[in-house]
């Protein structure tokens, strides 16, 4: 309604639309290395996972959903939470679907250390891009990888306190 797009921020009221499309080339990592391709990042685990009648709405998140595909991402890859530093999140920026977010990936990251992981939210910056806004997230974190620089939510200024991010594994960075 602002015209503001602020995922996990107090005054988060929705999203702004965008448009756009993402490409990436997947490739064994074994046939990359062989070919002297140049390898942006390697994705060392995956999970996907229809969580239609868990969902409140079409729309809305489902908590139980989102955990679970998450935690199986986690396992697959072999890499413990902990030593996690960046998730391009979703980011709703919705009083709705940012808390199940941040709760989901609680969950799933299934950890009492604190405040080691930002998280990063791409659509403040270009928008929701529908249909593209997860290669969109992909690409952010690729990038981030890339540039070894870990990349703030613009808009943000106050977290949303249903968030509570002082006592999870997330910040958000603002620079």
């Given at each position: ?18 448009n ?16 002297n ?9 995956t ?73 990063g ?9 529908d ?45």
């Amino acid at each position: 309604r602002n015209g503001v797009c602020r995922p996990f921020d107090a005054a988060a009221d929705g999203p702004i639309n965008g448009n756009g499309a993402g490409v990436i080339l997947l490739k064994p990592l074994g046939a990359a290395l062989r070919d002297n391709d140049v390898i942006r990042a390697v994705i060392r685990g995956t999970a996907a996972n229809n969580d239609g009648s868990g969902k409140v709405g079409y729309t809305a998140p489902s908590l139980g959903g989102e955990a679970a595909v998450v935690a199986e991402a986690l396992s697959v890859s072999g890499v413990p939470s902990e030593k996690i530093g960046f998730v391009s999140a979703h980011g709703t920026a919705t009083a709705i679907g940012d808390p199940i977010e941040i709760e989901a990936l609680v969950q799933a990251f299934d950890t009492t250390q604190k405040g080691f992981c930002s998280l990063g939210a791409v659509k403040a910056n270009i928008g929701h891009l529908d249909s593209a806004a997860g290669i969109a997230g992909l690409i952010e974190a690729m990038l981030a990888l890339e540039h070894k620089e870990l990349p703030p939510i613009a808009n943000f200024c106050t977290p949303n306190p249903q968030l509570r991010l002082e006592e999870t594994p997330f910040v958000i960075r603002t620079e």
